[in-house]
């Protein structure tokens, strides 16, 4: 993986690698098809068609400020306020940041809620609250890898399956510490697209066909089964039966190599330069435009996790950096995309961390964890456009209007896929366990 960045936790691989099939494992799409060929049908599953409406959320890790990008204060005093300016969007009203010049331009095309809040200040127990819409019911330390509940992108997948031989769930370049499964089972993990997309020659794990098929030697079964062996697993030890639904498993991942859909999916070489370009030639923008590539040939959730986002120390300097500059450009540039193609109105567009950053500047010119308020960009799949939902106080401690939870984000994720929050899944054990509780929709969402 590169350009990843770290929060106060850290992430350390000892700990990643502890997670097992329970955790946050990100599996290659070789390992999530044995593992779907392997697991048995959670008790329960309802099977019913969702809407086609995909999503990319940005996963903004380590919490990110509402004051230096969507919520400004000018007139709060200077410690509060910062550093930065706020200016006009194309929206009469609607002010953003001066650190987001590229969003301000396309805030037409977009809504902002300001007013989602919680009371979870750690990187753990925040993350789970809001990639999931479900609280930890322990209190969980800022390290802490955190699944006590399925993530949307597995509920998602656990909904859907596979399309045309594609995952239903992807993340790049990594998983977020509460993106996994859970009791969904591994079959649902997201499959994980890690190196830099900007590079040349930038191929997918899994996806690349082994040069005994790219050179058109294996023409039978038993050559293509033997090719698709040698290929990597992660996974092996974690299923109790590798052999079980073998043929399946095969005529999957036969599917996908041979796919001329997927592998045109993948290949960002095919991408026109100038739209390249329009996102921004880095790894996060490059990662949008994969994601947009997926979401078009029908991948229902795809996750870019975009880290860095922990400033307790020198914020305002890290915020005029390439950091905030590429975060500003690809999204902008990801919203006009899927716009001027027409999928913007089949594309919900997220973009959150877990929770938002102190009024206060400390005494290191940062700003610390602050779950009272936070702002969470949206748009598209019939989300208003030029919208504010909510507000924060005069100076940004709390939401003051229309305030909602996670479990409401949730909720309304959810109902804009086809999906209802209302249902109970059940556990491999047949216990149940509500998909959101007590989850209302937030109407403003809804056009």
Known sequence: MTGLRHNCAGLPRRDFLQLGLGGLLGLGFADVLRLQAASPAIPGATGTPARAVNCILVWLDGGPSHYETFDPKPDAPSGIRGDFKDIPTVVPGIRFSEAVP????????????????????????????????????????????????????????????????LPAYVSMPQVSRSGGPNFLGGRHAPFVIDGSPNS????????????????????????????LDRMQRQTDRLAEDPAVSFDEYYQQGTELLLSSKAQAAFDLQREDAAIRTSYGRNDFGQRLLLARRLVEVGVSFVTVYYGGWDHHTKIFEAYKGDHLRNFDR????????LDSRGLLDSTLVLVLGEFGRTPKVNKDAGRDHWPHAMSVLAAGAGTPRGAVI?????????????????EDFAASLYTKMGIDPNQVMHTNTGRPVPLVNNGRVIRELFA
């Open 102 to 165: 590229e969003l301000a331009k396309v805030a037409d095309k977009l809504t902002v809620l300001r007013s989602i809040c919680h009371k979870d200040p750690n990187h753990g127990g925040g993350n789970h609250y809001m990639m999931t819409g479900t609280p930890t019911p322990v209190p969980v330390a800022c390290g802490a890898f955190v699944t006590f509940h399925p993530s949307y992108g597995s509920v998602v997948s656990h909904h859907r399956g596979l399309h045309d031989g």
């Open 330 to 337: 690809g999204i902008a540039g990801l919203v006009r995309d």
């Open 200 to 227: 040349e020659g930038f191929k997918v794990r899994d996806v690349v066909l082994p040069p005994d098929l790219s050179e058109g030697r294996a023409a039978n079964r038993r050559q293509l089964r033997a090719a």
């Open 390 to 406: 909510g507000a924060t106080d005069a100076k940004g401690y709390h939401a003051a209007e229309k305030v909602y939870r996670p």
